[in-house]
């Protein structure tokens, strides 16, 4: 995640704007099914269906005062895998899916985040469930928050049913507050520099992913030198800066071992330290290959999501 911050930093200087939020939620837990109407003067904005068993089918109505928006949500878990298929029915009868999964195979249940920018703890969970954002305007469906884009759509309705018991959260604003919403930018929904990265981070891939063809491999082949570089970045830190005198003595333990152990009986002194010298210069030369290595393709990763930005500037 560090490393992502940089990545996404070296490319944006964002201000995060703090806002005095006003809101007000409304909480009732282990339910089969919900039907609330919030107070006058006031407006729904999000949506939370929390803990939620794995293999459900959910239904939630949110009624836009008169326009009513449908949000399927089928869920099935094996093996680890968690596959959600995420459906929306507009008022108009036109409707959108997004079928995505992960692989979460100590998570217990399903957190669903309907039009989510209202931060939370979420590190808490310490990955014990699956979080599922899910935009309306447009629709979006990911496993992170990437916070709102388009419009803020309220409702003064919200039904929700599943066949797991669930747990719901309303969250509704007077009409000051959302009017603050909707002239917020979109860093006034994110209370920390990481919810910030995530969504950047989040959007970056979305965009590759579009590619035609070879978007996903794409995709994927970033977020795996990201896996790759963060690990040698911590490593490095951990043997290298933080356990220094220990890694030292470490490898110079393993280093006159091999070397007593390649030496022959009939061998002089000179033999040895030629051999101590040799694996000093290779270990070298391994550990530098790898900083190298590292540092280019951190570098490449930059250049190339630059390039997108600058790609996309004119539209």
Same mark, same amino acid.
């Given at each position: 995640? +560090?490393?992502?911050?940089?990545?996404?930093?070296?490319?944006?200087?964002?201000?995060?704007?703090?806002?005095?939020?006003?809101?007000?939620?409304? #909480?009732?837990?282990?339910?089969? !099914?919900?039907?609330?109407?919030?107070?006058?003067? !006031?407006?729904?904005? /999000?949506?939370?269906?929390?803990?939620?068993?794995?293999?459900?089918?959910?239904?939630? &109505?949110?009624?836009?005062?008169?326009?009513?928006?449908?949000?399927? &949500?089928?869920?099935?878990?094996?093996?680890?895998?968690?596959?959600?298929?995420?459906?929306?029915?507009?008022?108009?009868?036109?409707?959108?899916?997004?079928?995505?999964?992960?692989?979460?195979?100590?998570?217990?249940?399903?957190?669903? +985040?309907?039009?989510?920018?209202?931060?939370?703890?979420?590190?808490?969970?310490?990955?014990?469930?699956?979080?599922?954002?899910?935009?309306?305007?447009?629709?979006?469906?990911?496993?992170?928050?990437?916070?709102?884009?388009?419009?803020?759509?309220?409702?003064?309705?919200?039904?929700?049913?599943?066949?797991?018991?669930?747990?719901?959260?309303?969250?509704?604003?007077?009409?000051?507050?959302?009017?603050?919403?909707?002239?917020?930018?979109?860093?006034?929904?994110? /209370?920390?520099?990481?919810?910030?990265?995530?969504?950047?981070?989040?959007?970056?891939?979305?965009? &590759?992913?579009?590619?035609?063809?070879?978007?996903?491999?794409?995709?994927?082949?970033?977020?795996?030198?990201?896996?790759?570089?963060?690990?040698?970045?911590?490593?490095?830190?951990?043997?290298?800066? #933080?356990?220094?005198?220990?890694?030292?003595?470490?490898?110079?333990?393993?280093?006159?071992?091999?070397?007593?152990?390649?030496?022959?009986?009939?061998?002089?002194?000179?033999?040895?330290?030629?051999?101590?010298?040799?694996?000093?210069?290779?270990?070298?030369?391994?550990?530098? +290959?790898?900083?190298?290595?590292? &540092? /280019?393709?951190?570098?490449?990763?930059? +250049?190339?999501?630059?390039?997108?930005?600058?790609?996309?500037?004119?539209?």
């Amino acid at each position: 995640m +560090k490393l992502r911050c940089i990545v996404v930093c070296s490319l944006l200087f964002l201000c995060i704007v703090s806002i005095a939020s006003a809101e007000e939620t409304y #909480e009732k837990d282990n339910l089969l !099914y919900v039907d609330y109407e919030v107070p006058n003067d !006031y407006y729904i904005v /999000s949506v939370n269906l929390d803990n939620i068993d794995a293999n459900f089918n959910s239904t939630t &109505v949110l009624d836009a005062f008169g326009k009513e928006y449908f949000i399927y &949500v089928n869920n099935t878990k094996s093996r680890g895998w968690w596959v959600y298929d995420v459906t929306l029915v507009y008022p108009n009868g036109t409707s959108e899916s997004y079928t995505i999964s992960d692989l979460q195979p100590i998570a217990f249940d399903t957190d669903i +985040k309907i039009q989510y920018y209202y931060s939370e703890a979420s590190a808490s969970d310490f990955n014990l469930d699956v979080d599922v954002y899910v935009g309306i305007l447009p629709l979006s469906a990911t496993f992170e928050n990437i916070g709102l884009f388009g419009e803020v759509v309220v409702f003064d309705n919200v039904q929700s049913s599943c066949d797991n018991y669930f747990d719901i959260k309303v969250t509704y604003v007077d009409a000051e507050e959302y009017e603050e919403i909707q002239g917020s930018s979109i860093t006034d929904y994110f /209370s920390s520099f990481d919810e910030l990265f995530s969504w950047a981070w989040s959007s970056i891939l979305s965009f &590759v992913e579009k590619v035609p063809g070879v978007g996903p491999y794409l995709s994927d082949s970033l977020e795996i030198s990201v896996l790759i570089i963060d690990d040698v970045f911590f490593y490095f830190n951990l043997f290298f800066v #933080e356990y220094l005198e220990t890694t030292i003595l470490t490898i110079e333990f393993f280093i006159l071992s091999a070397s007593i152990i390649k030496t022959q009986k009939d061998d002089n002194i000179f033999v040895i330290i030629d051999t101590i010298l040799s694996t000093h210069k290779n270990v070298i030369e391994f550990v530098f +290959k790898i900083a190298v290595g590292s &540092v /280019s393709i951190f570098i490449d990763i930059i +250049k190339m999501i630059a390039a997108m930005v600058s790609s996309i500037k004119p539209l």
